[in-house]
């Protein structure tokens, strides 16, 4: 990881404060593996239908910096090749908040397949809300700290760009009502 994060600099300047990781179904699974055992380097990082521990993918490993995490996956249907990202998903989030980590929950009713962003306001990307949590997390923050803390005592729920599935900490999220596209696996 040291060497890819110096390649990766050496080749577009990163800030080395601002590393998070990001995956979708194994990429994500990758992620949190990379989180779980170098996240002394990340600011944060997001899985989309990823997940960690059940039969195929390696459990969670305490690590000693607690980095805010984005978990988002496609409900009790999110199933592909064996993996049930559902309760992967659900067994992450777990060990992040006996761990100490913040973290924002979101999910959808979408099985494998993309989130359903639907943006309120058409200047932001569809996946504001994952720039959003990226930006809003870098390195420098307390451990189990976060913007959307005190965001969320105040105005109730996430900034505007969150869609009403997410919400602060595991098990809170209130599953998407309505059509979908269906599992992309």
């Known amino acids: 990881h040291d060497d890819m994060l110096a390649c990766v600099h050496e080749q577009f300047g990163v800030d080395k404060e601002c590393v998070s990781a990001m995956g979708v179904s194994a990429g994500a699974m990758w992620s949190a593996m990379l989180a779980s055992r170098h996240g002394d380097h990340l600011s944060s ?79 932001w990307p569809t996946y504001a809300p994952t720039w959003e949590f990226f930006l809003d997390h870098p390195f420098w923050l307390e451990d189990g700290e976060s913007p959307y803390i005190d965001y969320v005592a105040v105005a109730g729920s996430l900034p505007p760009s969150w869609p009403e599935w997410c919400a602060v900490g595991a098990g809170n999220a209130m599953i998407r009502q309505g059509m979908c596209g269906g599992s992309e696996c």
Request: aromatic letters at 8%; proline letters at 8%.
């Open 45 to 123: 990082f997001i899985s989309l239908s990823g997940g960690t521990g059940g039969d195929l993918v390696k459990p969670w490993v305490s690590t000693a910096n607690h980095m805010p995490a984005l978990v988002l996956w496609g409900g009790p249907q999110d199933y592909c090749l064996g993996v049930n990202f559902d309760a992967n998903s659900m067994e992450m989030e777990a060990a992040l908040e006996a761990d100490g980590h913040f973290m924002v929950e979101c999910v959808h009713n979408c099985t494998h397949g993309t989130p359903p962003f639907e943006q309120s306001n058409p200047e």
